[in-house]
């Protein structure tokens, strides 16, 4: 439920917020509330003062604005009641619906209804409005103070000066996506990912394995972006060493392979044996030890051993048996 919410929230914005571009009008004072069963907190209402066309208050294409992506159908008016229904495509997610309004000369009351599935879970938003006319006429033509601010808002949420490429790639789905809501930084956020995808490890990872579990509304970063992850992830792999094993290693599965056998013989040949089975069984032993830190797989300069070699039950049994051959001579 947590990551759906920004997503509900936004539908809900975009979807039930009175009509601003309509010119000459009325200027109404609208308020509008959302409710969604389950929530952890009640959602806030909103007011804002809006023009609407002279007589638009009974018109839910007027009252409730019709935003591209929910379209009214079936709207039927019967006395001063008016009700219809309602498809919302968010993002490749549907939602429907239904919706009805009473109005007057100078106010309006009304509800509307949505359900669906959303990243798998039963979504239910009930959104209640109501409106009162102020009486002074308008010039709908350009934003209200309300759009305008929101306006502001987004694209300050759209902003990319100060992310690392690494933030912009958790991000991508604003960017990138579907419908994205900052399509507009689309190129910039592409050129930072295809300059540092080759390079960077964790950037990499991060590319990979978003495109590898793909969810509802998300698109693949690498072919929006034009990036061939396969030659990527032959340049990336040749790259991979203690630094960057934890994030290479699931992508690169035989240069990890030989990455650990190449830390275990620098472990084992790093020790004395009086026999060479006691070799063997070194070179043979478990590569769970080995994470990617090449401090944590060989022996220090002072010649101490590495942690991994101490908590080996085994290794530590050989270890007391030489202490015990040299102090009793045998």
């Known amino acids: 439920m947590k990551k759906l ?4 929230l936004a539908l809900a914005a975009a979807t039930f917020t009175a009509a601003a571009f309509a010119s000459p009008g009325e200027l109404w004072e609208i308020t509008t509330k959302t409710e969604m069963p389950g929530m952890p907190f009640a959602m806030p209402g909103s007011t804002q003062q809006v023009c609407m066309p002279k007589g638009g208050a009974s018109d839910p294409r007027h009252s409730v604005q019709q935003d591209k992506e929910c379209k009214m159908t079936d709207i ?6 008016t009700t219809w229904k309602m498809r919302c495509d968010h993002k490749g997610e549907i939602m429907n619906g239904t919706g009805e309004i ?4 100078s106010s309006y009351q009304g509800v509307s209804h949505l359900s669906g599935k959303s990243g798998g879970e039963n979504i239910d938003m009930t959104m209640r409005y109501s409106g009162k006319k102020l009486g002074q006429s308008c010039d709908a033509s350009q934003p209200s103070k309300q759009v305008a601010e929101a306006q502001k808002q987004i694209a300050q949420n759209c902003e990319t000066a100060g992310h690392s490429t690494a933030e912009l790639v958790s991000m991508s789905d604003i960017y990138l996506g579907k419908g994205a809501l900052c399509a507009n930084k689309r190129e910039t956020v592409c050129s930072a990912v295809r300059k540092d995808v080759g390079r960077d490890a964790e950037v990499y990872a991060m590319v990979a394995n978003h495109d590898q579990h793909l969810v509802t509304g998300s698109v693949s970063i690498a072919r929006t972006c034009g990036i061939n992850m396969a030659a990527t992830t032959k340049t990336m792999c040749k790259t991979l060493n203690g630094k960057n094993y934890r994030n290479l290693s699931p992508y690169c599965p035989k240069e990890a392979k030989a990455y650990r056998v190449a830390m275990r013989k620098k472990e084992c040949e790093g020790r004395s044996y ?42 530590a049994a050989i270890e007391g048996a030489k202490k015990l051959k040299g102090m009793f001579g045998f």
């Open 5 to 8: 919410l920004p997503a509900c």
């Open 76 to 81: 039927k008016t019967s006395g001063n009641k």
């Open 102 to 105: 009473t109005s007057t000369a």
């Open 274 to 315: 009086t026999a060479h089975e006691d070799l063997s069984k070194c070179l043979s032993g478990d590569d769970s030890r080995y994470t990617g830190d090449d401090s944590d797989s060989s022996s220090s300069s002072s010649g101490k051993k590495s942690r991994s070699v101490l908590d080996n039950p085994a290794d």
